[in-house]
């Protein structure tokens, strides 16, 4: 299970002003603590208040990648923020993300080729996030083909099939569960699959528990990587647990010690 | 069109374990360090195994016949019999097994079985492997004192288990040596032991597994399975599996009728020294398949025949 730590993000209140002070210590913080946690890639977003994205972009990259030594995810809304920050990166990155809507894959695709980068895709196309299951397939077979034709390699693209709020839309969450089964069975190499958890528990009040309880499920059905937070030591045991139930690693009585070693 | 050569490229691999010294005139021996599975040499680094000579601190009193015969000149010294081991078989290690520790037998004390170890490892010149007499309490008296006698060999001692593990483990890390995990036919268990042990400070590129070994008839195929898939885990990239492993052979084998009934009273299985020797190096060379990287064996003939496979398949 590939992890993505998400907690480099404007979002977060502490990261915002550390990127408006050009604050180091909290980013660098942030990156070990979450490599020690277990993350494998590190998302990196400056949030939507910045007023020169592009350029803190590149600031944290820089930092990070002073940090700690794992592949970055370089997460923004605003397409001018990509490239720079591709460039700056040492260890092949990952793009955060298209969608299946052809303008964005002609855009992000060639990038992702030019800079060897993995490549987060939504099954999201002109017309909307799709209420079904059949609907995210769809998208998610465009994307492939067109990955291909790009020359993205299949083990460069994880497809996410949308984590929508079961506070809002409840019957969305089988669906999602169903389409991480179909992308398995699209091609062989299947492409990876990727989820943003915490969206699943977006305005809940039990947000942690939500969130390790779909997490397991997601895993049930084949995901193979997830975006999520690993200083939530409760998330991380049951996701340790379930790699475990589904026979990914070997048991002994101390497993949770092992998978950390 | 030709298709293209696959090969399986590994996420983990087998730790590198580099034994002895080579100071006065001793050699070192390295085992591990696999990237791949056994002689796929192909697809990445192997090593082929090592052979370790069984060598009893007391004269064996009911070793079958034909391995009673081989060893009867030089059973009640210890020194003369890894001698002969290493000049003569050209065995790469001694393992001493201090058998007359144990209370039921010669009680020897641990002065006495020091004694005998580096009288033993300053004759022959290649690494030990230092096995207790199994009764936990007396091993863990006398391993602690052979392992500061020897400080500084860089040797191998044995067994630590799941419960009990921490003396041999504090011993060998005080000391500079390597330990032999055993776990009873459970690969569960073997993760647990290298995890507990780890968890005493000995890094885990300092373990030896030994799973426990089942001979030829008695288990082999179940052995040969754990073996393979500890080293399936650890070639999958999992650290805690990674280390080399043992598999005490000669112990195994000729304690089975098969090694022990004569020709009268087994007349159809034909004469019990080929049977039993071939029993032995059978054993052993099905375990090198499976990866094995020390073999702990007994008789030179069946040790001759293991040694003869190796260099065939080793190329």
Same mark, same amino acid.
């Given at each position: 299970?590939?992890?993505?730590?998400? $907690?480099?993000?404007?979002?977060?209140?502490?990261?915002?002003?550390?990127?408006? =002070? =050009?604050?180091?210590?909290?980013?660098?913080?942030?990156?070990?603590?979450?490599?020690?946690?277990?993350?494998?890639?590190?998302?990196?977003?400056?949030?939507?208040?910045?007023?020169?994205?592009?350029?803190?972009?590149?600031?944290?990259?820089?930092?990070?990648?002073?940090?700690?030594?794992?592949?970055?995810?370089?997460?923004?809304?605003?397409?001018?923020?990509?490239?720079?920050?591709?460039?700056?990166?040492?260890?092949?990155?990952?793009?955060?993300?298209?969608?299946?809507?052809?303008?964005?894959?002609?855009?992000?695709?060639?990038?992702?080729?030019?800079?060897?980068?993995?490549?987060?895709?939504?099954?999201?196309?002109?017309?909307?996030?799709?209420?079904?299951?059949?609907? $995210?397939?769809?998208?998610?077979?465009?994307?492939?083909?067109?990955?291909?034709?790009?020359?993205?390699?299949?083990?460069?693209?994880?497809?996410?099939?949308?984590?929508?709020?079961?506070?809002?839309?409840?019957?969305?969450?089988?669906?999602?569960?169903?389409?991480?089964?179909?992308?398995?069975q699209l091609s062989d190499p299947s492409p990876h699959t990727v989820i943003g958890l915490s969206n699943v528990s977006q305005r809940a009040? =039990?947000?942690?528990?939500?969130? $390790?309880?779909?997490?397991?499920?997601?895993?049930?059905?084949?995901?193979?990587?997830?975006?999520?937070?690993?200083?939530?030591?409760?998330?991380?045991?049951?996701?340790?647990?379930?790699?475990?139930?589904?026979?990914?690693?070997?048991?002994?009585?101390?497993?949770? =010690?092992?998978?950390?070693? | 069109?030709?298709?293209?050569?696959?090969?399986?490229?590994?996420?983990?691999?087998?730790?590198?374990?580099? %034994?002895?010294?080579?100071?006065?005139?001793?050699?070192?021996?390295?085992?591990?360090?696999?990237?791949?599975?056994?002689?796929?040499?192909?697809?990445?680094?192997?090593?082929?195994?090592?052979?370790? %000579?069984?060598?009893?601190?007391?004269?064996?009193?009911?070793?079958?016949?034909?391995?009673?015969?081989?060893?009867?000149?030089?059973? &009640?010294?210890?020194?003369?019999?890894?001698?002969?081991?290493?000049?003569?078989?050209?065995?790469? /290690?001694?393992?001493?097994?201090?058998?007359?520790?144990?209370?039921?037998?010669?009680?020897?004390?641990?002065?006495?079985?020091?004694?005998?170890?580096?009288?033993?490892?300053?004759?022959?010149?290649?690494?030990?492997?230092?096995?207790?007499?199994?009764?936990?309490?007396?091993?863990?008296?006398?391993?602690?004192?052979?392992?500061?006698?020897?400080?500084?060999?860089?040797?191998?001692?044995? /067994?630590?288990?799941?419960?009990? *593990?921490?003396?041999?483990?504090?011993?060998?890390?005080?000391?500079?040596? &390597?330990?032999?995990?055993?776990?009873?036919?459970?690969?569960?268990?073997?993760?647990?032991?290298?995890?507990?042990?780890?968890? /005493?400070?000995?890094?885990?590129?300092?373990?030896?597994? *030994?799973?426990?070994?089942?001979?030829?008839? *008695?288990?082999?195929? *179940?052995?040969y399975s754990i073996m393979e898939r500890s080293r399936l885990a650890a070639l999958g990239g999992d650290k805690m599996m990674s280390t080399?492993?043992?598999?005490?052979?000669?112990?195994?084998?000729?304690?089975?009728?098969?090694?022990?009934?004569?020709?009268?009273?087994?007349?159809?299985?034909?004469?019990?020294?080929?049977?039993?020797?071939?029993?032995?190096?059978?054993?052993?060379?099905?375990?090198?398949?499976?990866?094995?990287?020390?073999?702990?064996?007994?008789?030179?003939?069946?040790?001759?025949?293991?040694?003869?496979?190796?260099?065939?398949?080793?190329?």
């Amino acid at each position: 299970m590939l992890i993505i730590g998400e $907690r480099i993000n404007g979002m977060f209140k502490n990261v915002r002003a550390a990127i408006a =002070e =050009e604050n180091k210590d909290v980013i660098v913080d942030l990156a070990h603590r979450q490599v020690a946690a277990g993350a494998h890639v590190l998302d990196v977003n400056v949030g939507p208040a910045s007023d020169e994205p592009a350029r803190a972009m590149v600031w944290l990259v820089d930092t990070v990648q002073e940090a700690v030594d794992v592949p970055l995810s370089i997460d923004s809304a605003k397409l001018d923020v990509f490239e720079p920050a591709l460039e700056r990166c040492k260890v092949a990155p990952f793009i955060n993300s298209t969608t299946g809507a052809q303008d964005k894959l002609d855009f992000f695709l060639p990038l992702a080729q030019k800079y060897d980068a993995s490549i987060i895709a939504l099954t999201i196309d002109e017309q909307g996030v799709p209420s079904t299951t059949e609907g $995210r397939s769809e998208i998610a077979m465009r994307i492939m083909v067109s990955a291909m034709e790009h020359g993205v390699p299949m083990e460069h693209l994880y497809i996410d099939p949308i984590t929508l709020p079961v506070k809002a839309v409840q019957d969305q969450c089988p669906r999602l569960l169903r389409a991480l089964g179909q992308f398995r069975q699209l091609s062989d190499p299947s492409p990876h699959t990727v989820i943003g958890l915490s969206n699943v528990s977006q305005r809940a009040q =039990e947000k942690h528990l939500l969130d $390790r309880v779909f997490l397991v499920m997601c895993m049930a059905h084949g995901l193979d990587s997830a975006i999520l937070d690993p200083l939530d030591k409760e998330l991380m045991d049951s996701l340790i647990t379930a790699e475990l139930l589904l026979d990914k690693q070997l048991y002994c009585d101390a497993y949770l =010690e092992a998978y950390r070693r | 069109m030709s298709l293209p050569p696959y090969q399986e490229s590994w996420k983990g691999s087998i730790g590198t374990l580099t %034994l002895g010294t080579e100071r006065n005139g001793s050699h070192t021996v390295t085992i591990g360090g696999h990237t791949t599975l056994p002689f796929l040499g192909f697809e990445g680094e192997t090593r082929p195994p090592v052979i370790a %000579l069984e060598v009893w601190d007391q004269a064996p009193a009911d070793w079958s016949g034909p391995l009673a015969e081989a060893w009867r000149d030089v059973s &009640a010294d210890a020194v003369a019999w890894a001698k002969r081991g290493v000049d003569e078989l050209g065995v790469d /290690m001694i393992c001493l097994r201090l058998v007359s520790a144990s209370p039921d037998l010669a009680d020897s004390s641990p002065a006495k079985c020091s004694e005998v170890a580096e009288a033993v490892a300053d004759a022959v010149g290649v690494p030990l492997f230092i096995w207790g007499c199994g009764d936990n309490a007396k091993d863990n008296e006398v391993l602690a004192a052979v392992s500061r006698a020897l400080r500084g060999r860089n040797f191998l001692f044995g /067994m630590a288990e799941e419960d009990n *593990y921490k003396t041999l483990a504090v011993s060998c890390l005080a000391d500079n040596h &390597a330990i032999v995990a055993l776990s009873p036919l459970d690969i569960n268990i073997q993760k647990q032991v290298n995890i507990l042990i780890t968890d /005493m400070g000995l890094p885990i590129e300092r373990i030896v597994a *030994y799973p426990t070994t089942g001979g030829l008839g *008695y288990g082999l195929e *179940y052995a040969y399975s754990i073996m393979e898939r500890s080293r399936l885990a650890a070639l999958g990239g999992d650290k805690m599996m990674s280390t080399p492993i043992m598999a005490v052979v000669g112990a195994e084998t000729w304690k089975a009728k098969e090694s022990i009934a004569d020709e009268t009273v087994a007349p159809q299985w034909g004469a019990l020294k080929e049977r039993a020797t071939l029993w032995e190096a059978m054993t052993a060379v099905t375990f090198v398949q499976a990866g094995v990287d020390i073999l702990v064996m007994r008789h030179p003939e069946a040790i001759a025949a293991v040694q003869k496979t190796l260099g065939t398949l080793a190329g």
